[in-house]
Structure formats: C-alpha cells, structure tokens
T-cell receptor, first 115, second 109 residues
Framework: EPEVTQTPSHQVTQMGQEVILRCVPI?????FYWYRQILGQKVEFLVS????????KSEIFDDQFSVERPDGSNFTLKIRSTKLEDSAMYFC?????????????FGSGTQLSVL | RKEVEQDPGPFNVPEGATVAFNCTYSNSASQSFFWYRQDCRKEPKLLMS???SGNEDGRFTAQLNRASQYISLLIRDSKLSDSATYLCVPYTGGFKTIFGAGTRLFVKA
C-alpha cells in the first residue's frame, strides 16, 4: 500500500538553528500538507500546497516557516530560526480526493525537539 | 463557538462494550465528515467517511445529524485494540482540514 514517508523520525536542534523536515507524499497525490501536534494537544493545520504554491496557511505558519517541493517527489518544511515552542511532532500529509472530498493520508511524523 | 468540539474523555470501557462519541461542529456548510483514529504518538489514520446521514463499517457506525450539527461514532463489541484517540473532522471545502481535539478511549480487559 502506498504511504507517505517522512525523514528524519527525530530531530534535535538548538534554539535559533534552521531545520528542514522532509516528506515524500504518495506518488499520485497532488495536494500536500503540514500539520503539527504539540505533546498532549490537538493536531493543528499549518499549510497546504498545490501546484507549486501555498493554497492555505494558518496563523501559526508565519515568516519563520516555508515549504518547498524541490523536485517531483519531495516536499519540505523549513523552520528558519527555531524556538523552544516549535518543539512538536510534525506530520506531512497528502490527499486523495474522493467524491470531491478531501481524505488525508499522513506520514508517521518527525518529532522535533528544540533545546 | 469552536469549529469542532468533542468530549475529551477519557472513556474507560470493558472489552465487548458499546461506546459512543459525539462531535459538534459550528459550520453549517460542512459537506462531509470524517473520523480519524490516532494511536499514542502516531499519525492520524482515516477510520470512516460520512457523506450523507451515516455510514457503517463492521463494528463502527457513524451518524450525522445536520439539523443539530453533530456527528456520532458508535463502536460495538469494543476490542483492546480500539484504545486510541478518535478525531472528528468536518470538511467544509478548500484545503484546510481542521481536526477536533479528539476523544480518548481506553478499552480494558
């Protein structure tokens, strides 16, 4: 069964450093997303991406965040200057549209720890 | 009013029990609904889709009440493996799917 893959599974970084989280969406999906989940809290929408541009973004997705699809398979989330509060599990997802409804398939996540 | 509201639980039930969760949503334009399941520190996984009044898949039944703007998930004959957090997701179009905070279920032997 095709799946979304994310690397690395764990990332530890120092406050103020830049990190890049990587994702390979399911190959025939065209819509890509990043979500995050702070420990013990809900899954929060960050950004959606289609046709090489951002479709929607949340208020969390400020100037320190950026997304890119550098080639035909990878989808990345860059956090430019990490803060302690960026520590969370980051999930990538891609969607399969069924009857014009969005169904999300998630990767297993990258646990980001900012020290 | 929050976009999606769920009883956080936890619901603690014995194996074999029937348990039901409710989810209320604020946007009457929501077109379809999904239940996702999330195991501890894992990714959400799609459990069920609901496009009309309801859907049934084995032990799981979802029912939609558009007039009252809530959707329920019923689990019959609970198994230990059903222990997880269940996330309600009303879809309103566009590319910004918002998840509820989830309802935690513990099934004990």
């Amino acid at each position: 069964e095709p799946e979304v893959t994310q690397t690395p599974s764990h990332q530890v970084t120092q406050m103020g450093q830049e990190v890049i989280l990587r994702c390979v969406p399911i190959s025939n999906h065209l819509y890509f997303y990043w979500y995050r989940q702070i420990l013990g809290q809900k899954v929060e929408f960050l950004v959606s991406f289609y046709n090489n541009e951002i479709s929607e973004k949340s208020e969390i997705f400020d100037d320190q965040f950026s997304v890119e699809r550098p080639d035909g398979s990878n989808f990345t989330l860059k956090i430019r200057s990490t803060k302690l509060e960026d520590s969370a599990m980051y999930f990538c997802a891609s969607s399969d549209w069924d009857n014009e409804n969005e169904k999300l398939f998630f990767g297993s996540g990258t646990q980001l720890s900012v020290l | 009013r929050k976009e999606v509201e769920q009883d956080p639980g936890p619901f603690n039930v014995p194996e074999g029990a029937t348990v039901a969760f409710n989810c209320t949503y604020s946007n009457s334009a929501s077109q379809s609904f999904f239940w996702y399941r999330q195991d501890c520190r894992k990714e959400p996984k799609l459990l069920m889709s609901v496009y009309s009044s309801g859907n049934e898949d084995g032990r799981f039944t979802a029912q939609l009440n558009r007039a009252s703007q809530y959707i329920s998930l019923l689990i019959r004959d609970s198994k230990l493996s059903d222990s997880a957090t269940y996330l309600c997701v009303p879809y309103t179009g566009g590319f910004k799917t918002i998840f509820g905070a989830g309802t935690r279920l513990f099934v004990k032997a």
